[in-house]
């Protein structure tokens, strides 16, 4: 009679936690996350990486920080949020209302914004490679320092004009028209 090989308590449980503890720790790398005991704080960021927010009311929010890698947030509510250092990675927030939001500093590269509102918006030091503001309202909007495709800034510049009401840089300005 064959003889099985000795059981090991845990290696089967050992091995299939290993690629998911190494795809955690990558993550966190990647947006930036601590490693360790300060990772508590990364846990009191919002997390929407992957979800469906369309319609949601994020209205005046304190969202700095979180995560909507990849979600789906079309004709959402975002007027007056704080957004500051933000991921939209991959995100779709077609058609969503972003005045007054501070979206500073925001990762959005790949982001569908076409037809949003972002009238007194605060896009400075966003990095937006890939992504589309097709039909986007502008006016007012701060884009100070932000990595924008050329395409998308010279389409940007067309419609823009303005003054940011929080910022006072102009839009057309802030743009490098």
Request: hydrophobic letters at 40%; one cysteine or more.
């Given at each position: 009679?064959?003889?099985?090989?000795?059981?090991?308590?845990?290696?089967?449980?050992?091995?299939?936690?290993?690629?998911?503890?190494?795809?955690?720790?990558?993550?966190?790398?990647?947006?930036?996350?601590?490693?360790?005991?300060?990772?508590?704080?990364f846990a009191d960021r919002v997390d929407y990486t992957l979800t469906n927010q369309s319609g949601q009311d994020f209205h005046g929010?304190?969202?700095?920080?979180?995560?909507?890698?990849?979600?789906?947030?079309?004709?959402?509510?975002?007027?007056?949020?704080?957004?500051?250092?933000?991921?939209?990675?991959?995100?779709?927030?077609?058609?969503?209302?972003?005045?007054?939001?501070?979206?500073?500093?925001?990762?959005?590269?790949?982001?569908?914004?076409?037809?949003?509102?972002?009238?007194?918006?605060?896009?400075?030091?966003?990095?937006?490679?890939?992504?589309?503001?097709?039909?986007?309202?502008?006016?007012?909007?701060?884009?100070?320092?932000?990595?924008?495709?050329?395409?998308?800034?010279?389409?940007l510049c067309r419609s823009a004009s303005g003054r940011n009401p929080v910022t006072g840089v102009d839009t057309r300005e802030s743009?490098?028209?």
């Amino acid at each position: 009679m064959p003889s099985s090989p000795p059981h090991r308590p845990g290696s089967l449980i050992s091995r299939g936690l290993k690629p998911v503890l190494g795809l955690v720790f990558v993550l966190l790398m990647l947006l930036g996350g601590p490693v360790g005991p300060a990772a508590a704080s990364f846990a009191d960021r919002v997390d929407y990486t992957l979800t469906n927010q369309s319609g949601q009311d994020f209205h005046g929010q304190q969202l700095a920080e979180s995560s909507f890698a990849g979600a789906v947030a079309r004709e959402a509510d975002f007027s007056g949020a704080d957004l500051h250092g933000s991921i939209f990675t991959q995100g779709s927030f077609a058609k969503s209302n972003f005045s007054g939001a501070d979206l500073s500093d925001v990762l959005m590269d790949r982001v569908d914004m076409g037809g949003t509102n972002l009238r007194g918006a605060i896009l400075s030091g966003v990095i937006a490679s890939g992504s589309s503001f097709a039909g986007a309202d502008i006016t007012d909007a701060d884009f100070s320092g932000a990595l924008l495709d050329r395409s998308d800034q010279v389409r940007l510049c067309r419609s823009a004009s303005g003054r940011n009401p929080v910022t006072g840089v102009d839009t057309r300005e802030s743009l490098e028209c």
